[in-house]
């Protein structure tokens, strides 16, 4: 456990140090952001036009800024997690890490939690619109507990997956293209499922059950459901398992 | 401290390593000499366990290094040829998340690296970023890194490339202070080097050692005779043939450049002689300067050397 808190505290702080993260984390909360500004501006509209009578204010707000968020981690991932293996690799320090007493499992960990403590404080950041809104009118917390939820299970199988992405590879251009396309292949599961789903009703049921968005969506709508968290955790483990296995391979290579 | 036992080692069908044995004894400073790609990169990779060995095994401590690796890592430091730094962060930074995954002991920690700090001279660097330091600077930080858990078994990859004539011979000082205190290989492929710093040497050519000896030992081998190249200014050939009269002279070989080179044994000095038969003849004696054998030189007695033996 020390072992890995060291390396979540080394790689926090590269992470900190680096314009990279703030460039990226800054763009994500502005497009976040806009977004939200728009769909708040829609809300006015329906409300003025119809009333708000029987309208789950919460429900219509952050659905689609869960959606959002979950959307733009596909970008936001990559750029992330691309530095953790390949930059180790490229500064020589994999040789230093690799003839210290820590372990593979404890070096996945550490740059996994760091990468993913990032994205924790990129969601604590947009607690901003909760809470401005709090001052406006009621909000259904349960609601958006679950939302948020979601939001941190999905977010940890995605950072897991960029992780094992950048495992991979020696070269951080090559680790962000490959999380690029796992992510997208995630988000294509989704839109396979409700495609083929009605030709081909087996395979259209298997895809459903792996498709990601649909599982993110029961978390905004305010259910917790146990199999959607297993799947995420269960998801999440796989790819660190995955990175695991990946690294100690590289030396066999 | 460290027993390799027919260790190879395969890449992609070609062996870079072969049948490569050797143990080292306790507070031993043992040097591996070679030329580029000879494999010692590679050999010293198979003792700190970053590669492992296609065949044979390696011991440290009595610990295996296939079986039981944490225990071994636990006991080295380990400097790659390339220093392993960080540049975001600052060298205490660095060192201290070192002294972390090293598994030092907490209480230790703060001597360790006052002591390391002061050993490599990094008193002035301290706080800087280690990205913004100069090439010696940093080998001195990848140095200082190796020594922060203080191993019983310190392994250092070319610990003196890229360094300047004052760091060299600063590095090689402090390497020799670590005599009895750690056991150490390192690696070079100049030759002065060992000669500074090691008590034995192994030299490694193609992946297989081709002699494993003490400093003595082993110029006593490869220099069984002494070299001296002559000018003269006129009567180059007569010269040669007054020379090659003198007793015990082993060969008399006109070289490049009008030079004569004359070869006798170790043991004798003709230097005297030789001048005096030049003077005698008075063909004008312009230069007269021992030669020294260079690496190359080395490689290819030893290596020659070892395919007479095999015929």
Same mark, same amino acid.
């Given at each position: ?210 498709? $990601? ?24 483990? $796989? ?15 | ?24 004894? @306790? ?80 209480? @230790? ?8 700090? #002061?050993? !490599? ?26 020594? *922060? ?18 760091? *060299? ?14 056991? &150490? ?7 002065? #080097?060992?000669?500074?710093? !090691? ?12 002699? @494993? ?26 010269? !040669? ?11 008399? &070989? ?58």
């Amino acid at each position: 456990m020390r072992m890995i808190l060291s390396m979540f505290r080394k790689d926090l702080k590269i992470y900190l140090l680096s314009p990279l993260a703030y460039t990226i984390v800054g763009a994500f909360l502005l497009i976040v952001g806009y977004l939200y500004i728009n769909s708040l501006a829609y809300y006015i509209l329906q409300v003025s036009r119809w009333g708000g009578y029987g309208f789950n204010a919460t429900k219509f707000l952050f659905y689609p800024l869960f959606q959002n968020v979950l959307f733009l981690l596909i970008f936001l991932v990559p750029v992330l997690t691309m530095r953790t293996f390949p930059e180790e690799e490229a500064s020589g320090t994999f040789e230093l890490l690799l003839t210290s007493p820590i372990t593979e499992f404890q070096i996945v960990m550490g740059k996994f939690l760091a990468s993913y403590f990032i994205y924790l404080i990129t969601l604590a950041i947009l607690l901003y619109i909760p809470i401005t809104l709090r001052k406006a009118g009621e909000l259904d917390i349960g609601l958006l507990i679950s939302g948020y939820v979601g939001m941190l299970l999905a977010g940890a199988a995605f950072f897991a997956a960029g992780v094992f992405a950048a495992s991979l590879t020696r070269r951080q251009a090559t680790a962000s293209m490959v999380s690029f396309a796992l992510l997208l292949l995630l988000w294509f599961i989704n839109w396979a499922a409700s495609n083929l789903g009605t030709d081909y009703p087996v395979l259209g049921g298997i895809l459903w059950r792996l498709a $990601i968005f649909n599982r993110v969506r029961a978390f905004s709508e305010g259910v917790i459901d146990l199999r959607n968290v297993i799947f995420f955790v269960s998801l999440t483990v $796989i790819f660190l398992y995955l990175s695991v296995m990946s690294l100690a391979s590289r030396r066999w290579k | 401290m460290v027993e390799v036992q027919e260790v190879g080692k395969e890449f992609h069908g070609r062996w870079v390593l072969r049948d490569v044995s050797f143990t080292v004894k @306790e507070g031993e400073i043992l040097g591996f000499l070679g030329p580029n790609g000879a494999g010692k990169t590679t050999t010293m990779r198979i003792i700190t366990g970053y590669l492992p060995p296609s065949v044979g095994r390696v011991k440290v401590a009595g610990y295996d290094v296939t079986e039981n690796p944490l225990e071994v890592k636990k006991r080295i430091g380990y400097l790659p040829e390339s220093p392993p730094i960080y540049r975001e962060l600052t060298v205490k930074e660095y060192l201290k998340f070192v002294m972390e995954i090293k598994d030092v002991p907490r209480r @230790e920690r703060k001597e360790r690296l006052s002591e390391v700090i #002061e050993y !490599c001279g990094l008193k002035d660097v301290y706080g800087r970023l280690v990205g913004n330091l100069s090439r010696g600077y940093r080998q001195r930080v990848a140095l200082a890194q190796a020594l *922060i858990s203080n191993p019983d078994l310190l392994i250092l990859d070319e610990p003196t490339s890229g360094l300047d004539a004052v760091q *060299i011979a600063e590095v090689r000082s402090l390497i020799r202070s670590l005599k009895g205190k750690h056991t &150490v290989i390192l690696s070079t492929h100049i030759l002065p #080097e060992v000669t500074a710093t !090691c008590d034995r040497v192994i030299i490694i050519s193609n992946g297989k050692i081709v002699a @494993e000896d003490t400093l003595e030992g082993l110029e006593a081998r490869l220099r069984p005779s002494k070299k001296v190249e002559i000018k003269v200014a006129r009567y180059r050939d007569k010269v !040669c043939e007054e020379i090659s009269k003198l007793p015990s002279v082993i060969s008399v &070989v006109p070289s490049r450049n009008d030079a004569i080179l004359v070869e006798y044994p170790q043991s004798l000095d003709l230097r005297e002689d030789i001048a005096r038969v030049i003077v005698n003849l008075g063909a004008g004696l312009l230069e007269l300067k021992p030669v020294s054998m260079t690496l190359e030189e080395v490689f290819l007695q030893l290596v020659t050397e070892e395919e007479a033996g095999k015929a």
